[in-house]
């Protein structure tokens, strides 16, 4: 892999956010398999051109997420190669907090970015992938159409199908993975996720410009370019999550 000192859609992480991002993927795409250790510390720095102590944050955010195991003096080793666990401690923080707490929400987030990404890299490389793609460009007509409506006049009944379909485009992209547990747990606290993501502004501009990226990632999608796949549902899920952290809650 290309040394990568600025992933797509990555802009607003730090360092270690950037280099557990990166590690995560390769771990839930199995490039990096249970059991495996990860490269040294030292190396990992240098392969990224950060410090040791941004690899080792790197590293405790991919332990508290679960995927791996560390010790001091010691080798990280891969734990696990899915965020099954993650997701279920999440639900039960959720559910018994019954709040809108911004960590739980961005965690939360960030859980819907990995799915959606593994979804998405999964999805570009299924053979029967037809109807899933056919349903996601008509999503992406009507969002344009009512995009378009919405140039002449903001009606709020437009604006509420435009945040319904856009979360239903990602819902789409996520349950495509077939992950019974996982799509069950986030349909529990899909309510909670919804709420605040419908409190998120956006301009008629930022709404063609995220509509046109979509259009772009079903097209790499249907044509099997999963790289390109994978970078574009980094960005708009990077976007999202960048508008959820700016809400006051």
């Known amino acids: 892999m290309a040394k990568q000192k600025n992933p797509l859609g990555m802009q607003n992480y730090t360092k270690a956010d950037k280099v557990a991002k990166i590690i995560e993927q390769k ?16 190396d990992c720095a240098d392969f990224f051109s950060v410090s040791t102590r941004s690899i080792r944050e ?5 332990e508290a997420k679960g995927l791996i195991t560390s010790g001091q003096g010691k080798r990280a080793v891969v734990k696990s190669d899915n965020l099954d666990l993650l997701v279920q401690n999440l639900s ?13 929400i961005s965690d939360l987030l960030d859980v819907r970015m990995n799915l959606e990404v593994s979804a998405a890299r999964t999805l570009s490389r299924l053979q029967e992938r ?10 992406v007509t009507r969002l344009e159409l009512l995009i378009k409506g919405l140039e002449k006049n903001e009606d709020p009944r437009m604006i509420k199908e435009v945040k319904d379909l856009d979360y239903d485009f990602h ?6 993975n077939n992950n019974i547990i996982l799509n069950t ?15 998120t502004i956006e301009s008629v501009q930022e709404l063609k410009r995220r509509a ?34 700016k809400l006051d809650f």
Request: proline content about 2%; glycine content about 4%.
């Open 171 to 176: 819902s789409m992209i996520m349950h495509s």
């Open 58 to 62: 790197a590293y405790k955010i991919l």
């Open 185 to 199: 747990i986030l349909n529990d606290l899909g309510p909670q996720l919804k709420n605040v993501l419908d409190q």
């Open 27 to 42: 771990i839930l795409s199995k490039e990096y398999k249970v059991g495996q250790a990860l490269p040294s510390q030292e």
């Open 212 to 245: 046109l990226d979509y259009r772009y990632l079903v097209d790499a999608i249907r044509d099997g370019n999963t790289d390109l796949a994978v970078a574009l549902t980094l960005t708009v899920t990077s976007n999202i999550k960048t508008k959820v952290d």
């Open 130 to 139: 037809e109807f899933t793609v056919k349903a996601l460009y008509s999503m």
């Open 92 to 104: 039960a923080s959720m559910i018994n907090k019954n709040i809108k707490n911004r960590k739980l």
